[in-house]
């Protein structure tokens, strides 16, 4: 069995990350590889120096982070995946693993990850063993230095596709070299493995909207809870990606449930109306306050899934249509066979390719 590394964030309270992540570790092993995520680790003199300057911030120390409920139900769900802590760009890796795949997620986004260009752009990895599996730009623009290292970074690649269609824009105009856009790896995992998976531990019997919100405060939010409440007659349950004490102590499988379980979801992330799709669960799309140009990735889910009629405040946007999920499905299937076909072609540069298992889950999505 071949081994395959995953590169890709590792957020402490990052509902999105882990999933995506759980979906990509998913594709590969029914593949037929064995998947590592590789989560780079500082050296100790570094990791002193980032402790010194949590503290001088106020941020939460790792001592306080274990103690924290919810890091702890994160802690469990990475137990469901096969992640090694390994140095950062460390050579010696390469004769471990058959090939290297970075995504999905940001790690493209030079606003984020300047600072690990190397990592996520695989420099330390040969050309014939990296694979872009469905990374994000998440960015509508960038500036001549971005631009420039983005150009760089992608050139080594044999094939290229990323999760949006503005980042493909991008990478045409820096690079020259044409991009395939791709769904995330969630979309391609069978609905029922999703469901296998969940904790309904923290969801609750009774209806209940459930509002996940990123950005800053948002007058869209107030507007669509406000009228929900008074037409579903039900109490709004809370949950950010931020380390909050009043927030559940949800992890990525409790997050699942309270998505599947709610009356209504009202969000204004990708990973949210994403799972909201797959569960077709009733769904209103907001604009992200304070961070407008991550709206890329949504705008293309919306479009690629037929949900334009739940972005709230655009032309078409109608509640009655929250719930109308009639063509989802064959959509997703549309966009996981999409997203197994690029896969294979990846595959296909590596030797032992013809060992591969082919990928038959599609059927149950």
Request: aromatic share 10%; proline share 5%.
């Amino acid at each position: 069995m071949g081994k395959v590394a995953i590169l890709t964030l590792m957020g402490r309270f990052n509902y999105g990350n882990r999933l995506q992540n759980y979906a990509s570790e998913y594709m590969f092993r029914t593949m037929g590889y064995e998947p590592v995520t590789l989560n780079s680790v500082r050296p100790p003199y570094q990791e002193l120096a980032a402790k010194a300057i949590r503290r001088l911030k106020g941020w939460e120390t790792s001592k306080e982070a274990i103690q924290n409920p919810r890091y702890n139900a994160f802690r469990s769900f990475d137990e469901l995946m096969n992640i090694e802590n390994v140095p950062l760009c460390s050579k010696s890796l390469v004769s471990e693993y058959d090939f290297f795949s970075v995504g999905s997620d940001q790690v493209w986004n030079l606003n984020l990850m300047s600072h690990r260009t190397r990592w996520f752009f695989l420099d330390f990895v040969p050309k014939e063993k990296r694979v872009a599996l469905a990374p994000s730009i998440g960015l509508d623009h960038l500036t001549y230095a971005q631009a420039k290292r983005l150009a760089k970074g992608v050139n080594n690649f044999p094939l290229l596709s990323v999760r949006e269609k503005r980042g493909a824009e991008l990478i045409k105009q820096c690079s020259g070299r044409a991009v395939e856009v791709i769904c995330d790896p969630a979309l391609a995992v069978p609905v029922s493995e999703w469901r296998k998976i969940k904790s309904n531990k923290l969801t609750p019997t009774t209806p209940y909207i459930f509002a996940y919100l990123l950005g800053d405060d948002n007058p869209e939010a107030h507007a669509a809870l406000d009228y929900l409440t008074r037409e579903l007659n039900a109490p709004i349950l809370s949950l950010t990606d931020r380390s909050a004490s009043a927030d559940l102590p949800a992890g990525p499988a409790e997050f699942l449930s309270l998505i599947d379980g709610a009356c209504h979801v009202v969000t204004d992330s990708f990973h949210a109306s994403l799972f909201s799709a797959i569960f077709e669960t009733p769904l209103t799309i907001l604009h992200r306050q304070g961070d407008a140009g991550t709206f890329s990735r949504l705008d293309n889910l919306a479009t690629i899934l037929h949900l334009d009629n739940k972005i709230f405040g655009t032309p078409g946007f109608d509640y009655s249509l929250s719930n109308d999920f009639s063509d989802t499905h064959s959509l997703i299937r549309k966009e996981a066979d999409r997203f197994i076909r690029y896969l294979e072609a990846c595959l296909a540069f590596y030797p032992d390719c013809e060992n591969r298992q082919p990928y038959s889950s599609i059927a149950s999505l």
